[in-house]
């Protein structure tokens, strides 16, 4: 009887060794939680889902640090690819894809969200922007003319793209719980200085090259929206550069991980 007694009193002890361990485990587990809780996230990491729309293999990465309650510093940059399907108003004259082609983006904003608006402080809700941004793209690819004889004529093609933004957006952000965001850009008109440059490693027999530059530049220009009906007409210079103020845009949808 007495070996029982002593079994039964170490088994209690042993359980109430358990409980006193757990209780302590779950006191610790609750205390790291509420901290955690109340730990500000100030920095959100984000991909770009809508940066391929415009442009063949383009991806974009972000990163915004909160500075205050209402206002927050987004940094943004990727690498991107202008498309290869170009149509040019020449006779006889067509382009081959891209043998060589390569681009990357970078810019900033500084946002203000919207304390009279916005039921959270950021990064969550309606904010205003001033941003800036720069887009660069070269590409290498063979321009063929046949003449009237049939006969097929053929030069090296070089493209270069760049132009510079400033301008404001519009946008929102979504949070969702506490780790993930939904940042939409909906409206950002910007006033951007466009410039086009492109030449040919050597003359075709039956094309004008500054004609055919030019033609080069405005099949260029098409592959942004309303672009030639903005910018008017612009002749190219006598190094094969089209260089202009007009305007320009910004969008995106995002999703990020904040931290």
């Not at 919207?114 to 063979?142: C, M, W």
């Amino acid at each position: 009887m007495k070996q029982i007694a002593n079994i039964q009193r170490e088994g209690r002890e042993r359980r109430e060794i358990i409980f006193f361990l757990s209780l302590i485990v779950f006191i610790f587990l609750a205390v790291s939680s509420n901290a955690q809780e109340k730990k500000q996230l100030k920095n959100t990491v984000k991909v770009n889902l809508t940066a391929g729309l415009l442009y063949d293999n383009a991806w974009q990465l972000s990163y915004e640090r909160i500075f205050s309650k209402n206002q927050s510093l987004n940094i943004f940059g990727g690498y991107n690819e202008f498309p290869t399907n170009l149509s040019l108003n020449l006779s006889n004259t067509e382009l081959s894809n891209s043998s060589k082609k390569t681009g990357f983006m970078l810019g900033a904003d500084y946002r203000f969200y919207l304390a009279k608006e916005n039921k959270y402080d950021a990064p969550h809700g309606v904010y205003l922007a001033p941003y800036i941004s720069y887009y660069q793209f070269t590409g290498e690819r063979s321009l063929i003319h046949t003449d009237s004889t049939g006969a097929k004529s053929s030069a090296n093609l070089q493209t270069k793209i760049n132009f510079f933004n400033v301008g404001g957006e519009l946008g929102y952000q979504f949070v969702l719980g506490r780790r993930w965001v939904i940042d939409a850009v909906v409206f950002g008109p910007a006033f951007t200085h466009y410039n086009f440059k492109a030449s040919l490693d050597n003359d075709i027999p039956g094309l004008d090259e500054n004609e055919t530059v030019q033609a080069v530049i405005e099949a260029l220009k098409e592959k942004f929206p309303l672009l030639n009906d903005l910018s008017g007409h612009h002749e190219v210079k006598s190094s094969g550069i089209e260089s202009f103020w007009s305007f320009g845009f910004r969008y995106n949808i995002s999703v990020g991980f904040r931290f």
